[in-house]
């Protein structure tokens, strides 16, 4: 689940570079690092979460 949601982030990441995605606070082409800000608290989150 994890490998298909990281795959997932990173064409979001991708189209947004090509072509904004149009979504409030997603407007310029700029704005992809925001989706890999995203990725990576909820990869951090996943981690607390998961039991060892």
Do not use: E, Q, S
Not at 32 to 42: G, P, Q, R, T
């Amino acid at each position: 689940m994890g490998k298909l949601f990281a795959l997932l982030l990173l064409l979001a990441m991708l189209l947004h570079i090509l072509r904004p995605l149009g979504l409030p606070g997603l407007r310029r082409r700029g704005d992809a690092w925001k989706i890999a800000l995203v990725a990576l608290f909820v990869f951090g989150l996943t981690a607390l979460i998961r039991p060892h």
